[in-house]
């Protein structure tokens, strides 16, 4: 595979940029914010998966073959939190994979596919973080095999597998398909999961959205219309607001949480808009389990 030179050539470009779109624009909506949060699944990785967790604290356990990641806790604690963040710092950390000290965060914070989250959802986003209860929970350090945890290895990584810049329109859509793109591309971050990975931790482009091993091992979903020919539309709406199956079924774990944080939380548009774009995409072939 060839580098993309340019992947981290604007990335000096990008920083000057993102605070230049704080200082242009008014502040964010936090109410819309709290929807945005819902449909990026933020809950989800930044919560202890444990009875009367504190939302947003951090401590939840991500294993992968490169080992075990855990979301960091994201209220506005100054020590523990991003309270001492500035809304550039947030920026840069969405749209570049960048600490505010310069470092790389590991990709398993989805952040190839955050990056698309266009500057107002960005600064929505930022809002409503800041209006969360401060936690003191100190976050938890990842547990990665070898080298896996020297972040400048990220670097070369990224030379490879990860492009950063908003979201913009897909020729040949609709409004309400590219709409769906937008939240199953960037905000769901849809892809990090459903699409399967090379031997580096790199997704496998030709097979996006096809399902297979996801980044706990476990088999994911073809959201291809080759998995998803089966059913109706009416029929993935239900699935996606209630959890249970036509017949009667109920998903794995993982995909039954993301049902309760994210997809049943969508407005009625949004999620028509994602069932209208999975229905554009190339059907693939399901990988044989």
């Known amino acids: 595979m060839r580098p993309k030179a340019n992947a981290l050539g604007q990335g000096a470009l990008t920083v000057v940029l993102c605070a230049a779109l704080v200082n242009a624009y008014a502040q964010g909506d936090a109410k819309r914010g709290e929807y945005l949060a819902k449909a990026a699944g933020c809950v989800g990785c930044h919560t202890e998966d444990k009875e009367a967790a504190v939302p947003y604290a951090g401590g939840r356990a991500l294993k992968t073959p490169f080992g075990t990641f855990y979301g960091p806790n994201i209220t506005p604690d100054p020590k523990t939190g991003i309270g001492s963040w500035t809304e550039a710092d947030f920026i840069r950390a969405i749209r570049l994979g960048e600490r ?6 590991f990709p398993a914070f989805p952040y190839p596919s955050f990056s698309k989250i266009i500057d107002s959802d960005l600064r929505d986003l930022w809002a409503y973080l800041r209006t969360l209860p401060p936690s003191a929970r100190p976050s938890k350090e990842h547990d990665l095999w070898f080298f896996f945890g020297w972040r400048w290895v990220v670097t070369l990584w990224k030379w ?11 020729p040949g859509l609709s409004d309400t398909a590219n709409r769906g793109a937008y939240l199953v591309q960037a905000l769901g971050h849809c892809s990090e999961c459903h699409t399967p990975r090379n031997f580096f931790g790199g997704p496998k482009t030709s097979r996006f959205l096809a399902g297979g091993k996801g980044p706990d091992g476990k088999n994911v979903a073809n959201l291809t219309p080759t998995g998803l020919k089966k059913q109706s539309d009416r029929e993935l709406v239900d699935f996606l607001t209630t959890g249970i199956t036509p017949d009667g079924d109920v998903p794995a774990e993982a995909m039954g949480e993301v049902i309760r944080n994210t997809t049943s939380q969508l407005t009625p548009s949004d999620l028509n808009a994602v069932i209208g774009y999975l ?4 059907p693939l072939p399901s990988e044989k389990k």
């Open 100 to 105: 505010p000290d310069g470092s790389n965060y």
């Open 160 to 170: 490879f597998f990860f492009t950063p810049g908003p979201f913009t329109s897909l």
């Open 279 to 282: 229905r554009t995409l190339p």
